[in-house]
């Protein structure tokens, strides 16, 4: 098992459950964190190997989730007809190109975003084939291709957070500082002022990014209280921190 920490200004993981909209997971599911394994370590096929699929993770959001949105309008150049207008720009036909370059017959609506801001995780990993690897690059800074979160205008920094041990613990009422299983949900201890959310995101996905396998997960804005539950107990930094892995 290995950790580390990744921040950023701004952030985005999509839930591709969405379409009119683009709504941002509150943490980075597991294929984004596969995808930022393999920047640091500089593996383009990542998607072809297996070892960047069989790994489990764990997520602790280490500053309270803050979001925002906003709507954006697209001009066409993400419709069928957006090369037309290209091409009637540099002939310099005004006559086709007068009205703009929004379709009447077919415009163009608002697209809602949702954006993190000033996010910083502590993410950890286990049973990951090339663990000797990465921990050699977390504790260097070296990452082989640019890390970004969800977006590539949105650039990460990292830093490599040694554990001084851990083992799992079980039927034991307990403190989750990351997200539980669904599994969990009838175990938790519901408590005010705490806001439960059910995730659903991609475990695996092939190379041509179509999804394998689904995890759900529960999530909260506050460590989650369950009873009789299992965890992995880490000490980090003389600090015990509880979390499950998916």
């Known amino acids: 098992m290995f950790a580390f920490e990744i921040w950023g200004k701004f952030a985005s993981f999509k839930d591709p459950f969405t379409i009119s909209q683009n709504i941002s997971f509150p943490i980075p599911p597991k294929t984004a964190i596969a995808g930022l394994m393999a920047s640091i370590l500089g593996v383009e096929e990542y998607l072809k190997d297996n ?5 489990k ?6 500053k309270p989730i803050r979001k925002r949105s906003f709507s954006q ?10 090369q037309t207008h290209l091409n009637n720009l540099k002939k310099r036909d005004f006559q086709k190109i007068s009205q703009g370059f929004r379709d009447k017959k077919d415009p163009q609506k608002p697209i809602n975003r949702e954006l993190l801001l000033d996010i910083k995780y502590l993410v950890a990993i286990r049973d990951f084939k090339y663990q000797n690897e990465i921990v050699e690059n977390l504790k260097n800074r070296i ?17 490599y957070i040694e554990i001084l041990e851990w083992k799992d613990i079980e039927d034991i009422s ?64 003389g600090k015990t921190i509880y979390c499950r892995f998916i």
């Open 174 to 237: 307990i403190t989750i500082d990351s997200f539980i299983l669904k599994e969990d949900s009838k175990k938790i201890e519901f408590q005010n002022g705490v806001r439960y959310s059910q995730i659903s995101f991609a475990l695996n996905i092939n190379e041509n990014r179509t999804p394998l396998e689904f995890g759900n997960i529960i999530f909260a804005n506050r460590p989650i209280k369950i009873k009789n539950g299992s965890a992995t107990k880490i000490n980090i930094n």
């Open 73 to 82: 309008n697209y001009i066409n150049d993400y419709t069928k007809k957006s």
């Open 57 to 62: 993770y764990s997520i602790i959001p280490l």
């Open 143 to 159: 990452s082989r291709f640019p890390i970004y979160l969800g977006n590539s205008e949105f650039g990460a920094n990292f830093k």
């Open 51 to 55: 070892n960047f699929k069989s790994f």
